[in-house]
C-alpha cells in the first residue's frame, strides 16, 4: 500500500494544481514532494502530471490514481474511526446525511426515539440538497443518507424507500385547513410558495399544474423548508410538503396538512441509502431499523385512499 503521507501530498497537489502550493498547505518543501512524485511516476511507468508554467495538470492516469488514493484516504479514515471505537477511545457513530427539510421536521423525531433505545451510539447530522446527500454517500462522508431522489448508478443502494404523497400545509386558521382534502381547481387560487429548483417537489408541482391547465401562483421560491412552513403559517400563502415533512409541525397545532385528490399530483419515493461498496456496521443497521420504524408509521405505501379524474 502507498505510504499515507505519499497519498495526502499527492491528493493536495491534484487538489490545488501546484506542488508549491501543496508543500505550502502541508508544511513540507516542495522539492520533496516532486521527488516522491517523480519516484512514484517511475514505479507507476507512467506520468500523473503534466507540469507547465501554471503548475500541475492531472493526466488520465493520473485521474484515476488520484481517485483511487481519496478512496484510500477515507477508507483509512474509517478504520481509524473503528479501531478507536474498539480500543474504547470513542464510542460508537453513525453519520447521517438528510435534506434540509428532513433535517428540521422527522430528523428530531428519529433522533430521539433511537437515543431512547440506543444511548451508546453518537449520530451525526449533516443537513443538505438532495445533490448533497448523495454527494455526501458516493464520497463517504456519511453511513446513510436520506432524500428523495438521486441519480441512478451512482453507487448508491437505496436500502428502504417509503412511498409520499404531497399535501397541501396552511395554517390553523385558513379556509383550507378544515377540508379532508383538495383538487388542485381549489388550490390554484391562493398564493403559492414553493420550493426551489433543487428539491424534487418543485418539478412535481409544476408539471401537476401545467398538465391540469391551472396557473400556478409562486409568490416564492427558496430551499430551505424552514422558511416556506413559517410563510405558510402566516396564513400569507399556502405550500406543498409531504407530511413527513410536517409531522413535528402538526403535534404542535400551528399547520394543517391537506392531502390532494386521487392523481392530481404524482407521488415520490423518500429513499434511505447506503454506500453499496460499504461495510456492515451494527450501530448503523440499528439507525437504519429505527428510520423505518418511524417513518413507516406515518407514510405507508400508497393505495389512492382518494378516487377521481383529475380536475378540469
Known amino acids: 500500500m502507498l505510504h499515507s503521507t505519499l497519498l495526502a501530498q499527492i491528493d493536495e497537489v491534484a487538489r490545488r ?27 507507476m511507468g507512467t506520468p500523473l502530471f503534466i507540469r507547465h508554467s501554471g503548475g500541475m495538470k492531472v493526466t488520465a492516469a493520473g485521474e484515476v490514481v488520484v481517485a483511487h ?27 447521517i446525511s438528510a435534506m434540509h427539510g428532513l433535517a428540521a421536521g422527522i430528523i428530531p423525531l428519529i433522533l430521539r426515539v433511537f437515543r431512547s433505545e ?15 446527500v448523495e454527494s455526501d454517500l458516493v464520497n463517504g462522508e456519511c453511513d446513510l443518507g436520506l432524500a428523495y431522489a438521486w441519480a441512478n448508478g451512482t453507487g448508491i443502494t437505496a436500502n428502504l424507500a ?5 399535501g397541501v400545509v396552511v395554517s390553523r386558521e385558513h379556509p383550507l385547513a378544515s377540508r379532508p382534502h ?5 388550490i390554484a387560487k391562493w398564493p403559492i410558495v414553493l420550493p426551489d429548483e433543487s428539491v424534487t417537489i418543485n418539478h412535481l408541482v409544476t408539471e401537476a399544474f401545467a398538465v391540469a391547465g391551472f396557473p400556478l401562483r409562486t409568490t ?4 430551505s423548508i424552514e422558511l416556506l412552513k413559517s410563510i405558510a ?28 385528490h386521487g392523481r392530481d399530483i404524482a407521488s415520490h419515493e423518500l429513499r434511505l441509502g447506503r454506500r453499496k461498496d460499504s461495510t456492515l456496521d451494527t450501530a448503523v443497521t440499528r439507525a437504519e ?14 393505495a389512492d385512499s382518494y378516487t377521481g379524474k383529475t380536475a378540469e
Do not use: H, W
Open 162 to 166: 417509503f412511498p409520499t404523497r404531497l
Open 182 to 186: 383538495l383538487r388542485l381547481a381549489e
Open 17 to 43: 494544481g501546484s506542488i508549491r502550493a501543496a508543500a505550502d498547505v502541508l508544511n513540507v518543501s516542495a522539492s520533496s514532494i516532486n521527488r516522491r512524485i517523480i519516484q512514484l511516476e517511475e514505479e
Open 289 to 302: 431499523e429505527c428510520i423505518r420504524k418511524v417513518i413507516s408509521k406515518i407514510e405507508t405505501p400508497l
Open 118 to 132: 440506543n444511548p451508546g451510539i453518537a449520530i451525526t447530522v449533516r443537513s443538505q440538497t438532495e445533490a448533497g
Open 69 to 95: 488514493i481519496r478512496q484510500t484516504l477515507r477508507d483509512s479514515e474509517r478504520m481509524k474511526k473503528r479501531l478507536g471505537e474498539l480500543a474504547g477511545a470513542d464510542g460508537p457513530r453513525v453519520r
Open 220 to 223: 416564492v421560491l427558496s430551499n
Open 233 to 260: 403559517r402566516t396564513g400569507e400563502a399556502i405550500t406543498f410538503l409531504s407530511r413527513i415533512d410536517v409531522e413535528e409541525d402538526l403535534k404542535e397545532g400551528y399547520l394543517v396538512y391537506v392531502p390532494i
